[in-house]
């Protein structure tokens, strides 16, 4: 199996910027997809961002274009999502998910989670 280790959440005023990692091990990670999500409570779990196991082609939700940016290093097994020009509306539990083949924006697709990393966005 793999297994998906963030960090680097935590509480930062708005306009402020947070650098998120997603560490794997177990299995090739070179060979998967890595999709970024977030959930704020009463909400559904939702698609930030994606970057495919080449790292040449990346996928944002609308409403971070401009503001987040993904990458990934393979040779350290490591997903980045750098969050930008944060709102509070940004608040939300991140989660990073890796699969086999191309990118999703959907859950159900995700072979693998890591456990969540809190974002706080203060007005």
């Known amino acids: 199996q793999v297994q998906l280790v963030e960090s680097g959440g935590g509480l930062v005023q708005a306009g402020g910027s947070l650098r998120l990692s997603c560490a794997a091990s177990?299995?090739?990670?070179?060979?998967?997809?890595m999709g970024w999500f977030r959930q704020a409570p009463g909400k559904e779990r939702e698609f930030v961002a994606g970057?495919?196991?080449?790292?040449?082609?990346?996928y944002y939700a609308d409403f971070v274009k401009g503001r987040f940016t993904v990458s990934r290093d393979n040779a350290q097994n490591t997903a980045i999502l750098q969050m930008n020009s944060l709102k509070p509306e940004d608040t939300a539990v991140y989660y990073c998910?890796?699969?086999?083949?191309?990118?999703?924006?959907?859950?159900?697709?995700?072979?693998?989670w890591g456990q969540g990393t809190q974002v706080t966005v203060s007005s």
């Open positions: 177990g299995r090739t990670f070179s060979s998967y997809s």
């Open positions: 970057i495919s196991w080449s790292g040449d082609s990346t």
């Open positions: 998910a890796t699969r086999r083949g191309i990118v999703l924006q959907q859950r159900s697709g995700y072979d693998y």
